[in-house]
């Protein structure tokens, strides 16, 4: 019997453990056996390592990979584009299933919200054969309705994984908010959601882009990426401090968008205050329970904010990013993110490296 190594969350904020499943062979119609080949660690997994978001413990978190097909169960003949499929294909897939059936998937087609969605890395308990759905592991067994991706040729697996499930959450949020041509936009945060959102705001013919954050050498990635300005948090200790910086740099009435990417609550009042006048604010990064903010929601209505939130993304939006990344200066940019490697028997040093901020984006390399 064929055994797959994986690095397991057993109780949030411990460390993880290193354990072995069975590799179940016998495919049912519609799976898919894939090789491991890079995980990326997403700010969302050091979330819920410390128990930001309640998920059914043991499981195997990474919902963020690529990998080589290994097995093709009965009637999976092609991928989500309609590409042929077969054993050897180097894939990505979309970390989430939604049912299709339920109110918000058929009435109100919001599938984000699904009433049975289930993400790979996040909503499996290990313990429950067959075990291997995430990415944190050599192997893992897609689910049948999996939305699979075949990845050119010329697309290395550094720029798909360096790119995350960041660009796919940042295409269905500008998406939503909309980038008018011309826009002066703000990005709160440099982490890899921030650089996303900078990515595709430029995409979206915005004529500045401004990103607040830190560390530094994450402003330098920034900068690299295009942002025609960055405001550092060491500089400017004060939401006051920033708001000045950011003005200076977009007009004294402030950005037309404002995209909230850095997943701590506090990012969100100063937002609004980084916003134009009837201008857009979008909540991107808040994907766990970070904890509660006090705001003044007179501040929304005496500015005329458009205030929207967006929730993860659709199969729709990987095909987005890798169309995005077929393009030789955002695949080379988001590959260049891949900064730190790690074995799987390193993933907790991995966890603790994003933690940090030290990374661009960090991966295990099973």
């Known amino acids: 019997m064929l055994n ?30 894939a090789r491991v080949e890079m995980a990326g660690i997403c700010g969302t997994d050091v979330h819920l390592w410390k128990g930001e978001l309640p998920i059914p413990l043991p499981v195997i978190l990474g919902h963020e990979s690529a990998g080589r097909i ?32 339920c109110y918000y998937c058929r009435i109100k087609r919001t599938p984000t919200r699904c009433l049975k969605r289930k993400a790979y890395g996040i909503s499996y308990c290990c313990n429950e054969a067959p075990h291997l759905r995430g990415g944190y592991s050599e192997w ?42 011309g826009d002066n936009v703000v990005v709160q945060g440099a982490g890899p ?9 430029l995409e979206h013919g915005a004529a500045k882009v401004v990103v607040v954050g830190g560390p530094e050498h994450r402003l330098k990635m920034a900068l690299e990426f295009g942002a025609h300005g960055v405001v550092s948090l060491d500089e400017h200790k004060t939401a006051e401090a920033r708001l000045a910086a950011v003005r200076a740099q977009v007009g004294e009435y402030g950005a037309d968008v404002v995209l909230e990417c850095v997943g701590h609550p506090s990012a969100v009042p100063e937002g609004f205050e980084l916003c134009r006048d009837g201008g857009k604010y979008l ?23 458009t205030v929207m939130g967006s ?44 933690r ?3 990374a661009g984006k960090a991966v295990i390399v099973p």
């Open 4 to 33: 797959s190594k994986v690095a397991v969350l057993t109780a949030y904020n411990a460390p993880l453990e290193m354990r072995e499943y069975p590799v179940d062979e016998d495919l049912k119609p519609g799976e898919a056996l």
């Open 70 to 101: 290994v097995k093709l169960g009965a009637g999976l003949e092609r991928d989500w584009t309609g590409q042929p499929l077969a054993v050897g294909d180097r894939v990505v897939w979309a970390s989430s299933l939604v049912c299709g059936e």
């Open 140 to 181: 893992i067994l897609l689910r049948a309705g999996s939305s699979i991706f075949k990845l050119p040729q010329a697309l290395p697996t550094e720029a798909i994984v360096g790119a995350g499930c960041a660009l796919n959450t940042a295409l269905q949020g500008v998406e939503r908010i909309g980038i008018e041509m």
């Open 193 to 201: 959601v921030g650089l996303a959102a900078l990515a595709v705001a």
């Open 283 to 305: 909540v991107l990064g808040q994907y766990a329970n970070a904890g509660n903010v006090e705001f003044n929601p007179h501040v929304i209505t005496k500015k005329q904010l």
């Open 311 to 354: 929730w993860a993304f659709e199969p729709r939006h990987v095909l987005g990013a890798i169309e995005m990344l077929t393009r030789s200066h955002w695949k080379d940019l988001f590959a260049k993110q891949v900064t730190h490697r790690f074995s799987l028997d390193q993933a907790n040093e991995a966890l603790q490296t994003v």
């Open 356 to 358: 940090r901020l030290e």
